[in-house]
Every structure is written in C-alpha cells, then in structure tokens.
C-alpha cells in the first residue's frame, strides 16, 4: 500500500494469535467511528480451510494489501488495520521456515501495535500456535519482522482493559482520542 495518502496514518494491530488483536479493533473502530480493515487471512481460513501453503500465504498478503488500498482509496486520515502483510510474513515464518522477500516488499503502516501473547489463548478452529512454546516462538518473529523491516512499534500487553487502555493512549499520542 503506497503511503497511503496526505496525512493519512495506517495503525497497525501486529502480533501472535489469540491477543486480543481482532476484538479490540472491532469495538473501537465502532465506538470512534474509524474504519479499519479486517483480517483477510482470517475470512480465507473460514471459507478455504487452514491448509496455508505457501501460495495460500501469497495470495492472502496479496489478498490482505488490496484490501488495505481499497481502504485507503477514500483518504481517512486514521486507517486501523487488523495486520498487515508483514504479519503473514511470520505466518509464512512458523509454517515454513522461510520469509519469501515478496512478503517483505509490501509497503508498511505509519505504526504497529505489538501484541504480547500474555492472555490466554483461545481455540477457535482457525488458530494454530497455543501452546505456551509456540506462542513464544510466533510472538518473537512477530517482532523481530518489525525490527527487520524498521517498522515502528508500540508494545501492547497485560490484561485485556490495560490493553485497550494503552491502545486508547496511542490513539491520543497521534491525536485521534483526547488524552486524559
């Protein structure tokens, strides 16, 4: 997604499964009135199954991107999206041992929330990593994609209000929520 337009800031929801990403960006999108762009990756695992070979993983970045331009077509100034290819890029990581340069030449959001994996995770027949190794493992390439990629980022953890409390602080640092 080309720099999405004047001004325009893209926040990015990043990180391991079953964090809170989803949900969280779900209720504020719809108490402030900002859209956001869901999860693509999460609509294909629904309608095609979870077998996430490496060109379904292609094609859900790819799939993920479009959905983000066509988002930002309309030039909002605040974008939340529900990840990113850079977060298939980690997929692709766990799954098959590898980060294909494709997945990393997508352009990045302004900034990314990083998720901690420090709630319980959930099953929900489209997650994969809940054991407590694995979760560890997928949280760690989770970051270090961002860190390689010089994508800037905000850490997000705790229990489920502090999250939304930090994510609410976030959205007052860039102006989009008043700072109490």
Do not use: N
């Not at 997604?1 to 964090?19: D, K, P, Q, V």
């Not at 309608?47 to 490496?54: A, I, K, L, N």
């Amino acid at each position: 997604m080309a720099g999405g337009g004047a001004g325009m800031i893209r926040l990015c929801f990043h990180g391991a499964e079953s964090t809170g990403k989803s949900t969280l960006i779900a209720r504020l999108s719809g108490e402030l009135g900002l859209p956001f762009v869901p999860e693509y990756g999460r609509e294909w695992a629904e309608t095609r199954g979870t077998d996430f070979t490496p060109e379904a993983l292609l094609a859900i970045a790819a799939g993920q991107d479009a959905a983000m331009r066509a988002a930002a077509a309309g030039s909002p100034p605040l974008l939340l999206l529900d990840t990113d290819p850079l977060m298939t890029a980690a997929w692709y990581a766990m799954l098959h041992g590898q980060v294909p340069p494709a997945l990393l030449a997508y352009d990045k959001a302004e900034h990314y929330l990083l998720f901690d994996p420090d709630v319980p995770w959930v099953a929900d027949g489209t997650r994969f990593f809940g054991t407590a190794e694995d979760r560890a493992r997928f949280a760690a390439l989770a970051e270090e994609l961002l860190v390689r990629s010089g994508a800037p980022f905000t850490r997000i953890g705790g229990t489920w209000a502090e999250r939304e409390a930090q994510v609410r602080r976030v959205l007052a640092e860039i102006g989009y929520l008043p700072i109490r």
